[in-house]
């Protein structure tokens, strides 16, 4: 690597040569320039020498990889910073390990006023259930603890946390000595939340930001919203990622809106929609994803938030204030609420106008051929997460605990959301499950399910380009010149183009298609390593001694 004094009347300039730089610009691409914040040139080695000279840094890649930096889609930053830097109950193998893990977490933070902590999954427990209220009292020394389930919807609480929530044992979703969830979960939620100082805060999303960049993740797009965290968490975290010291955050809040006054507020806060977790429905875990046909494990049909109308009229508010809406929603009878609502919307303010919009939904696992058809149609984008395929799915995994194998079969079809012509955008809805861009690509070309496979390149586009895609722009996720210079250099090995299977079009795996190559994602593989991360021309990470 080598430097020159730069000159401060013009944009910083550097060199990347020496790798292989995955562009559609050039196949064969081997270096690029950057310029300020901007790709300048992408091109092969012999071009690079003409730039040599009037750059001011030159990077000998050495062989490395570099690529668009990756654009989670789906994070909820503060959580996910706390459960790196706090009680992370993920792997906990056994009930008793779990508590003996509360026991010592509560025993070496003696000044919380409520301890934290998330990640408990007793469906992956041998004892099968989860802790009793009277376990956790004990565990946690008689001091308040909420503890959300891996999936962060529903929590388990001490009696301690309870006391401190007027009026929830009247609340829809308390139950004596189960797991919380709906409006009891978010009022507990918010009073534990309540607790956390403007330091711990930050550091929770300083920590979540850090291991974003150290992950070759540009951008997140943060989930916010008043069942989930406070206007000022999100306003704090937009404020930190505006220092540019780490990734890029894009803020949706989560909240229904009915006038222009409204959608100005969401403005206010700096979001970019009210979208994100506007809840239709719950989780399949916590058996409150809202179903056509009863659990195959529980005698009901899950819980239903939104109707069809609220959906439109809150679509044709945004629509018409140009502000983008999006909803979450797993069960198929929760799609089907969304694209009724869509489509009533759409009836009101007009198709080409809701399609212009790009309204999001997040998750969108049970989708059948109607639904899906309708996400076409609309435009919908589908913000989805391959890791819980990867964490869930299969014959014996929990989705076919929860609804049978034939049903879980459905769920996630990737396959058939891009045969139809549905923008995908790829997340992790972190803390759920980790931020792991690779890891994320790998579990949506090993579909659990092989006919919702799809190909690395399709699943690169999605959690690259397809996230900006999701924002509304076309422009970026992609090194080509004049695109933002947000990119990531990796260590991996040898790059192919990789299909899910053999009835995969072959043209493209072949050398002769110019088509650029991606690491090797078959499982049990090395995954590539984040040497360096760049958003905007910055450099956020740089792995030491590299």
Not at 63 to 92: E, K, N, R, W
Not at 105 to 123: E, M, N, V
Not at 332 to 357: I, N, P, S
Not at 394 to 423: H, I, Q
């Amino acid at each position: 690597m080598s430097e020159r004094t730069p000159d401060p009347a013009r944009p910083r300039t550097v060199l990347l040569r020496g790798g292989e730089v995955h562009s559609p610009a050039d196949p064969f691409a081997t270096a690029m320039v950057v310029e300020g914040d901007s790709v300048a040139w992408v091109g092969e080695e012999g071009a690079a020498d003409s730039f040599a000279d009037g750059v001011d840094e030159v990077v000998h890649l050495d062989g490395a990889l570099v690529t668009p930096a990756f654009t989670d889609a789906h994070v909820h930053t503060t959580a996910t910073g706390l459960a790196l830097t706090g009680l992370d109950l993920s792997g906990a193998a056994t009930l008793p390990d779990a508590l003996a893990r509360i026991r010592a977490y509560a025993t070496a933070r003696p000044a919380d006023k409520i301890l934290l902590g998330h990640g408990w999954d007793a469906a992956a427990w041998p004892e099968g259930r989860p802790p009793s209220r009277a376990e956790l009292d004990d565990a946690a020394g008689r001091r308040p603890l909420y503890l959300t389930r891996v999936d962060v919807h529903s929590a388990v609480v001490t009696t301690a946390l309870l006391d401190l929530v007027p009026g929830i044992r009247d609340r829809s979703g308390f139950r004596p000595d189960a797991p919380l969830t709906g409006d009891a979960h978010h009022a507990v939620r918010q009073t534990a939340y309540a607790t956390l100082a403007p330091a711990q805060r930050a550091d929770a999303q300083t920590a979540a930001l850090a291991h974003a960049a150290s992950l070759g993740i540009g951008t997140l797009h943060e989930c916010a919203g008043p069942d989930i965290s406070g206007e000022d968490d999100l306003t704090a975290l937009l404020a930190l990622a505006a220092e540019g010291n780490g990734p890029r955050v894009v803020g949706y809040w989560a909240e229904m809106i009915a006038t222009a006054k409204d959608a100005d507020r969401i403005r206010e806060l700096g979001a970019v929609g009210a979208a994100g977790d506007l809840f239709v429905d719950g989780s399949l875990g916590s058996h409150t994803a809202h179903l056509h046909a009863p659990y195959a494990d529980a005698p009901h049909t899950g819980s239903a938030h939104l109707t069809a109308e609220e959906v439109a009229a809150h679509v044709t508010a945004c629509t018409e204030a140009g502000l983008q809406a999006g909803f979450h929603a797993i069960g198929d009878a929760a799609l089907t609420t969304v694209v009724d609502g869509v489509r009533a919307a759409a009836d009101r303010v007009g198709l080409h106008r809701v399609r212009a919009a790009r309204h999001r939904v997040e998750h969108a696992e049970m989708l059948t051929d109607a639904t899906l058809s309708a996400f076409a149609d609309l435009a919908l984008t589908a913000s989805v997460q391959p890791a819980f395929d990867a964490a869930w799915g299969g014959e014996s995994g929990m989705y076919a605990a929860r609804l049978g194998a034939d049903r879980a079969r459905t769920l996630n079809p990737y396959a058939a959301l891009l045969k139809a012509g549905v923008a995908l955008a790829l997340g992790s809805d972190s803390p759920v499950t980790p931020l792991d861009p690779w890891g994320t690509l790998r579990a949506a070309v090993f579909h659990r399910t092989r006919a919702h496979g799809i190909s690395a390149r399709a699943a690169f586009t999605a959690h690259t380009r397809g996230g900006w895609r999701a924002i509304g722009r076309d422009d970026a996720g992609i090194l080509v010149p004049g695109a933002p210079a947000d990119y990531a250099v990796w260590r991996t090995g040898d790059l192919l183009v990789q299909a899910p299977d053999e009835r995969v079009q072959r043209w493209s795996t072949d050398p002769r298609s110019g088509t650029p190559g991606l690491p090797d994602l078959t499982p049990g593989s090395a995954l590539p390593v984040c040497l360096r991360t760049v958003v905007g021309g910055r450099t956020v990470f740089g792995r030491p001694n590299e």
